[in-house]
């Protein structure tokens, strides 16, 4: 059974950092790319970040050079250190690979 099981998120203030973390079980982690998504209230599922089975990353401009993508291969953990939060960060936040999604975690960034 395929599971990514998320943990981390919460609250913070604007400017503050939080970290994200995704824990991938039941299949070969280095079968697919991983990435990270987020969802606010009323608005479309956007893309943030994804890392390959390369390394190699990239980010939507909008959290360009705040968040950084990485993964621990041996731990098939997956991470997402955001950094400067805004108050328009505020989202459910999932990771995910080409078939299977996380449970989904809030991150709330006040003003």
């Known amino acids: 059974q395929v599971n990514l099981v998320q943990s981390g998120g919460g609250s913070v203030q604007s400017g503050g950092s939080l970290r994200l973390s995704c824990a991938a079980s039941g299949y070969i982690y280095s079968q697919y790319s991983m990435g990270w998504f987020r969802q606010a209230p009323g608005k479309e599922r956007e893309g943030l970040a994804a890392?390959?089975?390369?390394?190699?990353?990239t980010y939507a401009d909008s959290v360009k050079g705040r968040f950084t993508i990485s993964q621990d291969d041996a731990k098939k953990m997956l991470y997402l250190q955001m950094n400067s939060l805004k108050p328009e960060d505020t989202a459910m936040y999932y990771c995910?690979?080409?078939?299977?999604w996380g449970q989904g975690t809030q991150v709330t960034v006040s003003s």
């Open positions: 995910a690979n080409a078939r299977y």
């Open positions: 890392i390959f089975s390369d390394g190699t990353t």
